[in-house]
């Protein structure tokens, strides 16, 4: 049986080809189905969040660190500041 150049019927080709030559066939790929598609670009916006984030959470762990730095000096003088004195109470007025 002679060889048609991976095709059913030699008239898809437009011309019969002899046995001997070969045709390269070009190879189609399959559709890729919309869950699959969507889960391929969901990890490709993973990784390049993770990317970013690596890139960034040097300077980002160095400003949190400075504002907490800054947070605990502050508790420290309002913990050595003097307490304001309390405001005198008023009298309750008497209950009729």
């Known amino acids: 049986?002679?060889?048609?150049?991976g095709m059913a019927y030699p008239q898809q080709q437009g011309?019969?080809?002899?046995?001997?030559k070969r045709r390269p066939v070009r190879q189609e790929f399959?559709?890729?189905?919309?869950?699959?598609l969507e889960l391929a670009i969901?990890?490709?916006?993973?990784?390049?969040a993770w990317q970013i984030g690596i890139a960034l959470a040097p300077r980002v762990?160095?400003?949190i660190r400075s504002l907490w730095g800054e947070v605990r000096e502050s508790a420290d003088e309002a913990d050595q500041?003097?307490?304001?004195?309390?405001p005198p109470r008023q009298p309750r007025p008497p209950r009729s």
């Open 1 to 5: 049986m002679p060889h048609w150049g």
């Open 15 to 20: 011309r019969i080809q002899r046995p001997g």
């Open 30 to 36: 399959p559709p890729v189905s919309p869950t699959l």
């Open 42 to 48: 969901v990890i490709v916006i993973l990784v390049l």
């Open 61 to 63: 762990l160095q400003t």
């Open 81 to 86: 500041a003097p307490d304001p004195p309390e």
